[in-house]
């Protein structure tokens, strides 16, 4: 099957519209999980950055109750445990960049959402392209502020990354990820701005690489 690719300028508009005539489509949340689940797996685990991306311009172009139409839909996802994800491999399991995830290392992967992926892209290299500090604000801020059109939805997202920070036998994260978690989860919960989140949890990542480059250990 040859390789799914994102076009080089995507109609976000257009995809953002038609995502959300999906789900005003259904009548019900569990029926709106289902559209997100649907455009997810229609995009696949190689495209799931364009999904992340896909949420982030729903917020870009919504209007206040296309958020909360959104929002409301994956707080539902959240709350059952259906939260639109990919896999990406648990720490000792292989490499990242050009990883198939249909052989055995799939049993050694696991979840992440669109905002714990943001997290990981930003310092692990798990896309064809390298996450930059400002482009990861960008995005993180976006999704931030769609999620948190509905106040049940942010503080499900809160619970599960502190859940997966504090999760030792997890597997996805070292402790520079989780950090890295800890802090939006954290800034997040405090009410900080979304922008003011995000520059928080860049700046951790931008203080570890220095610590890094200086051979000093991450605590």
């Known amino acids: 099957m040859a390789e799914r690719i994102l076009k080089a300028e995507p109609d976000w508009f257009g995809a953002a519209q038609a995502l959300v005539e999906g789900l005003q489509a259904q009548s019900t949340l569990d029926g709106r999980v289902d559209v997100l689940e649907r455009v997810c797996l229609d995009l696949g685990e190689a495209l799931y950055p364009g999904f992340a991306k896909l949420l982030a311009a729903v917020d870009h172009f919504g209007d206040h109750d296309v958020k909360v139409l959104v929002a409301d839909a994956l707080a539902q996802a959240l709350l059952t445990a259906r939260l639109p994800s990919t896999r990406l491999p ?22 992440v959402g669109p905002l714990e992926f943001l997290c990981v892209w930003l310092v692990r290299d798990v896309s064809d392209e390298a996450l930059g500090g400002e482009a990861f604000e960008t995005a993180a801020t976006y999704l931030i502020d769609l999620v948190s059109a509905s106040p049940r939805a942010a503080a499900l997202y809160v619970d599960k990354l502190r859940a997966d920070a504090g999760d030792p036998t997890e597997g996805l994260h070292n402790a520079q990820t989780r950090r890295l978690i800890e802090t939006l989860a954290e800034r997040w919960a405090a009410g900080d701005a979304p922008a003011e989140v995000a520059r928080a949890v860049a700046r951790t990542a931008e203080a570890d690489r220095g610590a890094a480059r200086w051979g000093l250990p991450l605590r």
């Open 90 to 111: 648990a720490w000792g399991a292989g490499g990242f960049a050009g990883l198939g995830l249909d052989g055995p290392l799939r049993t050694n992967s696991r979840n």
